[in-house]
């Protein structure tokens, strides 16, 4: 079993342990799709938990928009950047109210970030 300890400022935030991400406010489990903030259980369709999913696996990290669209998508399906932007639009819309947010790095990629007030 893999222990992975992740830090933002030197302090230890989160645990990733196998298929789990899990910083003490948002806890995803990716083989199960359940994903919960605060311990309030997150419904989500596949497709946009795959993309989260995608984007807790290296927390506040740019992940490409290519490789978004592969892991939700697979390889058969060719890019569409728009499509993509629609369900970013549509998570962030959901993931507010739980203090998180998605954000955008122009012709890069995007990261999941965990706003600095859910902690308090």
């Given amino acids: ?16 342990v ?19 903030c605060g311990g309030e259980p997150v419904r989500l369709p596949r497709t946009e938990f795959l993309i989260v999913s995608r984007l807790t696996r290296t927390p506040e990290r740019i992940v490409s928009a290519e490789e978004l669209w592969r892991y ?4 058969e399906k060719p890019l569409n950047t728009e ?13 507010a109210r739980y203090n ?3 954000d955008t ?11 600095e007030d859910s902690f308090t």
Avoid: P
């Fill in 1 to 16: 079993m893999s222990l992975r300890e992740m830090s933002a400022s030197g302090v230890d935030r989160a645990l990733v």
């Fill in 18 to 36: 196998e298929d789990v991400y899990d910083d003490g406010y948002l806890r995803l489990e990716h083989k199960s799709y359940y994903m919960a």
């Fill in 72 to 75: 939700a998508w697979g390889d």
């Fill in 83 to 95: 499509s993509l932007h629609v369900y970013i639009y549509r998570l962030r819309a959901k993931l």
């Fill in 100 to 102: 998180l947010r998605i």
């Fill in 105 to 115: 790095m122009v012709n890069v990629g995007y990261r999941l970030l965990l706003r």
